[in-house]
């Protein structure tokens, strides 16, 4: 048992709560998506729930990272919360096919900014042979908050509606953005935005140094993407109808595994 680390300051467990709200924010609603869509007559888009999503927020990071360097890493981690109080608020009024789809689009954005943000904030606030336990410990309030989202998301769409769990989203994610408020900014040398910061080059997309574990990566998340799709559908099937539980209960053991257990 180690004594409490430097690195667990005031700002880092402001951001780490941040984190989490923001994680619940966008991961409570995925387990009620599926049934909602098919409401709207596009059951047979279901696959793009997650692929719209997931395509924006990659197309987003190297836009994110560039500006995270030039104009803050507070900005940045603003902007995702923000497009994910904005979505979570029009998804209720845009309740159509192609709107839903767009809305799903937007959404992705949100996970392409704020982590990207974050993960830039905990390298500048934490000593250099801290970086990887403090990065273990802030991934852990995320994965938390991915496991009480789609938890309270379904227990609400049971005793409300999904437009209810549409606007207890949005909301969610304002209170990320409030505690962001309190934190101070870690990029010395700012610089206002300017439309030649989304101008990129080759070397600002493409680190062939990561291909390898990206690779990796790639491959897990794809088999975890399939999961993530059919199982909402499938906890109907069995019956269960909080279908947020099985995030909550897949998320949580991945917490507890020995290989992300941190002593501090």
């Known amino acids: 048992m180690r004594t409490q680390s430097s690195f667990f300051t005031f700002d880092f467990s402001l951001l780490c709560l941040s984190s989490f709200l923001f994680f619940s924010s966008f991961n409570m609603i995925i387990p009620e998506l599926p049934e909602y869509l098919t409401t709207l007559g596009g059951e047979k888009h279901k696959g793009l729930i997650i692929a719209l999503f997931t395509l924006s927020a990659a197309l987003s990071r190297p836009f994110s990272g560039k500006l995270a360097d030039k104009i803050g890493r507070i900005p940045v981690?603003?902007?995702?919360?923000?497009?994910?109080?904005?979505?979570?608020?029009?998804?209720?009024?845009?309740?159509?096919?192609?709107?839903?789809?767009?809305?799903?689009?937007?959404?992705?954005?949100?996970?392409?900014?704020?982590?990207?943000?974050?993960?830039?904030?905990?390298?500048?606030?934490?000593?250099?042979?801290?970086?990887?336990?403090?990065m273990g410990l802030f991934s852990l309030f995320g994965s938390m908050g991915m496991a009480a989202g789609p938890a309270i998301g379904g227990w609400l769409a049971t005793l409300f509606s999904i437009d209810t769990v549409f606007y207890v989203s949005a909301f969610t994610a304002i209170f990320s953005i409030l505690i962001l408020l309190k934190l101070k900014e870690t990029l010395p040398n700012k610089e206002r935005i300017s439309w030649k910061m989304l101008r990129l080059k080759k070397n600002e997309i493409i680190e062939k140094r990561v291909l390898v574990p990206s690779g990796i990566l790639f491959l897990c998340c794809f088999s975890f993407g399939v999961v993530l799709t059919i199982i909402p559908d499938f906890s109907t099937y069995l019956g269960i109808e909080n279908k947020g539980l099985f995030f909550g209960v897949f998320t949580l053991s991945s917490c507890i595994h020995p290989s992300n257990c941190i002593f501090i």
């Open 77 to 134: 981690m603003m902007i995702g919360a923000s497009v994910c109080f904005v979505v979570g608020m029009l998804y209720p009024l845009l309740s159509f096919v192609s709107g839903f789809l767009f809305l799903r689009f937007i959404h992705g954005f949100s996970t392409g900014f704020t982590p990207t943000g974050a993960s830039a904030y905990v390298a500048d606030i934490v000593p250099y042979q801290k970086r990887g336990e403090a």
